[in-house]
Antibody
Framework: EVQLVESGGGLVQPGGSLRLSCAAS????????MSWVRQAPGKGLEWVSG????????YYADSVKGRFTISRDNSENTLYLQMNSLRAEDTAVYYC?????????WGQGTLVTVSS | QTVVTQEPSFSVSPGGTVTLTCGLSSGSVSTTYYPSWFQQTPGQAPRTLIYSTNTRSSGVPDRFSGSILGNKAALTITAAQADDESDYYC??????????FGGGTKLTVL
């Protein structure tokens, strides 16, 4: 059974940093692209960042480019999102998703709140 | 800036058929955008229904189908049930690893 478990969310002050993790199991993690998708309170889904199976390149939405960094450790079956220079508008539930292109599974999400 | 458009809301009667659409602010949606559809109920994570235009994800009933209708991607739900009442999102692949989600459609079954 595919499982994606996000962690690392919490309350952070504006300008602060946070690192999210997504632990994957039930599939060959190293064979699939992964994405982070977020959902602000009461709002729709927003694709944030993606990384191919190899991890040799990364992709970002304009809203986070230069502030967020996606990475993966295929030996640990874990996806990461390093979030720096956080803003109030980054407040959201952050989901990791397995390969949207081929019918991705989603984790349950982790809440990030940016507030002073 | 590319905007993916969806109807904000839609309603369907139990047992009825509804078609939700996913368009582009500029241009037409084709299979090369690999349209995907997701269902989300309040407080829950999204669930993938359809990917690559018309492929159902594992466990998704065949009441859900995807297609291209005119210049938009479409999600058709037949024999609508009460528990189909959810938010539905589409996403389009823009190339270079980038996905864009639509704003979502709130479907009411009544």
């Amino acid at each position: 059974e595919v499982q994606l478990v996000e962690s690392g969310g919490g309350l952070v002050q504006p300008g602060g940093s946070l690192r999210l993790s997504c632990a994957a199991s039930g599939f060959t993690f190293s064979s699939y692209a992964m994405s982070w998708v977020r959902q602000a309170p009461g709002k729709g889904l927003e694709w944030v960042s993606g990384i191919p199976a190899s991890g040799d390149t990364t992709y970002y939405a304009d809203s986070v480019k230069g502030r967020f960094t996606i990475s993966r450790d295929n030996s640990e079956n874990t996806l990461y999102l390093q979030m720096n220079s956080l803003r109030a508008e980054d407040t959201a539930v952050y989901y990791c998703a397995k390969d949207i292109l081929t019918g991705g599974y989603w984790g349950q999400g982790t809440l990030v709140t940016v507030s002073s | 800036q590319t905007v993916v458009t969806q109807e904000p809301s839609f309603s369907v009667s139990p047992g009825g058929t509804v078609t939700l659409t996913c368009g582009l602010s500029s241009g037409s949606v084709s299979t090369t955008y690999y349209p995907s559809w997701f269902q989300q109920t309040p407080g829950q994570a999204p669930r993938t229904l359809i990917y690559s235009t018309n492929t159902r994800s594992s466990g998704v009933p065949d009441r859900f189908s995807g297609s291209i209708l005119g210049n938009k991607a479409a999600l058709t739900i037949t024999a609508a049930q009460a528990d189909d009442e959810s938010d539905y999102y589409c996403a389009l692949y823009m190339g270079s690893g980038i996905w864009v989600f639509g704003g979502g459609t709130k479907l009411t079954v009544l």
